[in-house]
């Protein structure tokens, strides 16, 4: 038997959540493609996010990142990871909502700040304080992160498999028909 998805599983949440480790795994496991929508994004532009941020400014990125997010929508279901910012933006929410199952990825200041403190490749940190300023945009963003169909809290200590199997059960409770085996 094999499983298939009648529609998109789509991660949302703050930088450092493990949307792409548990996205690429979850994929995996219901054998449909994995999409990053960053990776996208640095593939369609020929340039790493940082470089976007830096050239054309975040509102460029935002705008790029919503036709990549709704391009990606209009093909086959899989599982897609957001950028931190995605679902912030009201036309990627509806068109996520239209399209798939919305799955923050919960997690706390120090679990988040433990992942990206030693990665330069987060723009939104290049600040004098990044700690604070990941701290700042995890309490602004996490009302509207909240507004996804599905929340799932990272547990400290989860192995990716373990993270996994769990958001994979929340995902079948949430919507049992959304995964479906196949002869």
């Not at 950028?83 to 509806?94: E, I, P, S, T, V």
């Not at 200041?109 to 992942?115: A, Q």
Request: aromatic letters at 4%.
């Amino acid at each position: 038997m094999r499983q298939r998805l009648r529609r998109h599983i789509v991660l949302v949440g703050m930088m450092g959540a493990g949307k792409t480790a548990l996205g690429s795994e979850l994929a995996r496991r219901v054998h449909v493609p994995f999409t990053d929508s960053d990776v996208e994004i640095e593939t369609a532009a020929a340039m790493s996010i940082s470089e976007i941020f830096a050239r054309d400014g975040e509102a460029f990125f935002r705008d790029r990142e919503a036709q990549v997010i709704a391009r990606i929508l209009r093909e086959s279901p899989r599982v897609i990871s957001t950028g931190g910012g995605a679902w912030m933006q009201d036309r990627n929410r509806a068109a996520i909502k239209a399209a798939g199952l919305s799955v923050w990825l919960a997690c706390d200041l120090e679990t988040l700040w433990h992942r990206v403190r030693q990665r330069s490749t987060r723009p939104l940190l290049q600040t004098p304080d990044p700690r604070g300023t990941l701290a700042r945009l995890l309490a602004e963003r996490d009302p509207t992160y909240a507004l996804a169909e599905l929340t799932f809290p990272a547990r400290s200590g989860d192995s990716v498999d373990a993270a996994t199997t769990r958001l994979l059960d929340a995902i079948r409770a949430a919507d049992p028909d959304l995964v479906t085996e196949t002869p």
